[in-house]
Nanobody, 124 residues
């Protein structure tokens, strides 16, 4: 069992930056590929970014490519999402997830474990 806890959300002006963190319980964190997703009210959950268990490969949605960076520190059981040049349309609840089934499954919104989410609000 893995529990995921996100933090770092908040209110930021357009063009600003935030860094989200997701910390996992357990000692098997390094076995999981990790991903970030977002879901705004009335909209479907969408894939944002993912990273392999080693951190050697990362993947991004086109909407965030070049602005967001996913990274992880396995010794800290933590995955990060650095968000720069934030836009109004980035306003959403952000969720992290873990999968033991390969990083490719995350783009299909499939994961073994999900966090509770953290809210990011971008203002004009």
């Amino acid at each position: 069992q893995v529990q995921l806890v996100e933090s770092g959300g908040g209110l930021v002006q357009a063009g600003g930056s935030l860094r989200l963190s997701c910390t996992a319980s357990g000692r098997t964190f390094s076995r999981y590929a990790m991903g970030w997703f977002r879901q705004a009210p009335g909209k479907e959950r969408e894939f944002v970014a993912s990273i392999t268990w080693s951190g050697g490969s990362t993947y991004y949605a086109d909407s965030v490519k070049g602005r967001f960076t996913i990274s992880r520190v396995n010794a800290r059981n933590t995955v990060y999402l650095q968000m720069n040049a934030l836009r109004l349309e980035d306003t959403s609840g952000y969720y992290c997830a873990a999968t033991a089934r390969g990083v490719g499954t995350l783009a299909s919104l499939e994961a073994d474990y999900w966090g509770q989410g953290t809210q990011v609000t971008v203002s004009s």
